[in-house]
């Protein structure tokens, strides 16, 4: 089993930015990719980015060239640094770890709220 503890959300203006992370901990799996995904009440999920064991990453259209998503092996930990953010940038972010057994786990959230 895997939990998740995500952090760094919060409220900040347009243009301003933000650094989420996620904490992973437990045991007995190891970690493939780790992601980001976003939602906004009465929408689906979507993803925001995710990045493989190996560091390969992906980003959404809406989101490249201005976030950023990493990690760090070591700790286990997943960050998206957000950038020149916007009012529709405004959600509550989940992180999610894909272990290589195929476990799928997914944190609490966080809400990033973006003010015009």
């Known amino acids: 089993q895997v939990q998740l503890a995500e952090s760094g959300g919060g409220l900040v203006q347009a243009g301003g930015s933000l650094r989420l992370s996620c904490a992973a901990s437990g045991s007995g799996h190891s970690i493939a990719t780790m992601a980001w995904y976003r939602q906004v009440p009465g929408k689906q999920r979507e993803l925001v980015a995710h990045?493989?064991?190996?560091?390969?990453?992906y980003y959404a259209d809406f989101v490249k060239g201005r976030f950023t998503i990493s990690r760090d092996n070591a700790v286990i930990t997943v960050s998206l640094q957000m950038n020149s953010l916007k009012p529709e940038a405004t959600a509550n972010y989940y992180c999610s770890v894909w272990a290589f057994t195929g476990h799928n786990y997914w944190g609490q959230g966080t809400q990033v709220t973006v003010s015009s």
């Open positions: 990045i493989t064991s190996g560091g390969m990453t």
